[in-house]
């Protein structure tokens, strides 16, 4: 074997590692979801405290992005991989010893940290392994985080839990990180690493360099990343009060939207290596828009599933054609510090969704019309896009 294939072979088997890490620091941040009735059994605890639960998962996720961007100007981007590995093993293991509800708060607070420095410092990683083929790589990757979504309805609420109690995935969650994060140590200590971010040393120099890219990725996934977290956080409520499907069944086409994003993942990603960036990222967010707009439109079980479908491969699309068209465009010496900006803002921006929809809904608003003016506003949101595509005024990308 020459000397470059046993170098690939070296990046894919770490590669490999890094979609298992991925896996299980995205499980981290959705476990929590399932979990809802037995914490709030065991701890006596109220509604709103279980929901702090998640709530605190999720801030956890988007706190760190921009901190670990300045972070990997002076750390190597495998060290903060090792780091969310370590993090994530402790936090877990530190919530089988829970006693009380407080406690779970500051460790899931602490699994949606390792996550969200996870992602700043593994994405651009990633890119850097495997320069030639960025949109294959993320759409992998993207996947094992998806396959995590996915699963983790059925493996802690219909496995895990008939046997077991509420602390047992995380007993398996510390054991795994732990595991992986070793083989991660082991595989980075003999792969020929790239120096792609050796001169990226100025994360708010980096962003003022790139800003063009950095908003343009902001107001795509930002604005629509609003608008499908409000939507999937109320989209059991939504099917149930205005679509007349019981419950169970509402549960089970969630599960059916999340695990769409699966083949969107592998797939799209694949596409993005083979297609113009900016078209690809402005046809996603066409189909979303699309199918959102179909969602208030449709009735009957048949209907809502086959759009819920849809939606659901389209939403997840988006996410792997930014970051492709985003890590394939960002220089070197701009890539982890504008990514890590990009990401904070967007996390932010997409983290209001629940509270906005919430709002809407109790103020009178019915679930169909504040859909529907989501999906028109995001409609005129593309065709601005559009028209500044067309007009040479948004940056084209890498390819």
């Not at 969310?84 to 949606?112: K, Q, R, Y």
């Not at 908003?215 to 409000?230: P, R, T």
Request: contains cysteine; proline residues 4%; neutral net charge.
């Amino acid at each position: 074997m020459s000397s470059t294939s046993a170098s690939d072979a070296r990046r894919v088997r770490l590669f490999g590692s890094l979609c298992a890490l991925v896996f299980l620091v995205n499980f981290g941040r959705v476990v929590f979801a399932p979990l809802v009735a037995p914490l709030q059994a065991d701890f006596l605890a109220t509604d709103a405290a279980v929901g702090l639960v998640a709530t605190l998962a999720w801030l956890g996720s988007a706190l760190p992005r921009l901190p670990t961007g300045w972070l990997l100007t002076r750390v190597d981007r495998h060290h903060v991989v090792l780091g969310t590995g370590a993090l994530l093993a402790v936090s877990s293991a530190g919530m089988t010893f829970a006693p009380s509800i407080e406690f779970v708060m500051v460790g899931a607070f602490l699994v949606g940290l390792a996550s969200g420095a996870y992602f700043v410092a593994a994405n651009p990683l990633i890119s850097e392994l495997f320069p030639e083929r960025v949109g294959r790589v993320v759409g992998v990757h993207g996947t094992a985080s998806q396959l995590a979504a996915a699963l983790a309805p059925v493996l802690v609420g219909r496995v895990l839990l008939e046997f077991y109690s509420w602390r047992a995935p995380f007993y398996l969650l510390s054991a795994a990180a732990v595991v992986v994060t070793v083989v991660i140590y082991v595989l980075a200590g003999r792969t020929d690493l790239p120096e792609a971010g050796a001169a990226d040393r100025d994360l708010l120099g980096a962003i003022r360099r790139q800003y063009r890219i950095v908003v343009l990725g902001v107001v795509i996934v930002g604005v629509a990343g609003l608008v499908w977290n409000g939507f999937f956080n109320f989209y059991i409520k939504y099917l149930t009060e205005t679509k007349n499907i019981p419950s169970s069944t509402a549960e089970t086409l969630l599960t059916v939207v999340f695990a769409a994003g699966v083949p969107a993942f592998w797939y799209t990603g694949r596409l993005a290596d083979r297609f113009r960036h900016v078209p690809l990222m402005l046809a996603v967010l066409g189909g979303f828009v699309a199918s959102l707009l179909a969602m208030t439109l449709v009735d009957g079980v048949v209907g809502v599933a086959a759009v819920s479908v849809v939606l659901g491969y389209a939403v997840h699309s988006l996410f792997p054609a930014i970051d492709t068209f985003l890590l394939d465009s960002l220089p070197d010496s701009d890539r982890a510090s504008a990514y890590a900006g990009y990401s904070s803002v967007m996390m932010v921006v997409q983290a209001m969704g629940s509270v906005v929809i919430g709002s809407l809904v109790g103020a009178g608003f019915a679930y169909d019309g504040v859909f529907q003016v989501a999906g028109v506003a995001l409609a005129a949101l593309l065709v601005v896009l559009v028209v500044l595509y067309r007009g040479g005024r948004l940056p084209a990308g890498a390819s």
